[in-house]
Nanobody
Framework: QGQLVESGGGFVQPGGSLRLSCAASGSIFSIYTMGWYRQAPGKQRELVATITNDDNTNYADSVKGRFTISRDNAKNTVYLQMNSLKPEDTAVYYC??????????????WGQGTQVTVSS
């Protein structure tokens, strides 16, 4: 079974930084696009950033210039470096990856979510 495991959330003051990590596991054949989404209380889940397997990136306008997505293909891991955090960045952050295992077709996988709270 494929799985995504996230780490790195927490509490930070406005202007601070956090780094999220998400590792894919299983008998992985190939990983395609990886990304981060977030969901604040009472709001729909929204895209934060994505990165393709040839390192093309895409960001939500609200995080451009503050967040950086990257990936380490050798470790099957995607990262989200979040700088200059604002209270409106408070949300549960979810990792997403599209990949296939040796014996399965390409599927979308989701992590369990990690809470990021920005407050003074």
């Amino acid at each position: 079974q494929g799985q995504l495991v996230e780490s790195g959330g927490g509490f930070v003051q406005p202007g601070g930084s956090l780094r999220l990590s998400c590792a894919a596991s299983g008998s992985i054949f190939s990983i395609y696009t990886m990304g981060w989404y977030r969901q604040a209380p009472g709001k729909q889940r929204e895209l934060v950033a994505t990165i393709t397997n040839d390192d093309n990136t895409n960001y939500a306008d609200s995080v451009k210039g503050r967040f950086t997505i990257s990936r380490d293909n050798a470790k099957n891991t995607v990262y989200l470096q979040m700088n200059s955090l604002k209270p409106e960045d408070t949300a549960v952050y979810y990792c997403n990856a599209r990949f296939n295992l040796v014996t399965t077709p390409i599927e979308d996988y989701w992590g369990q979510g990690t809470q990021v709270t920005v407050s003074s």
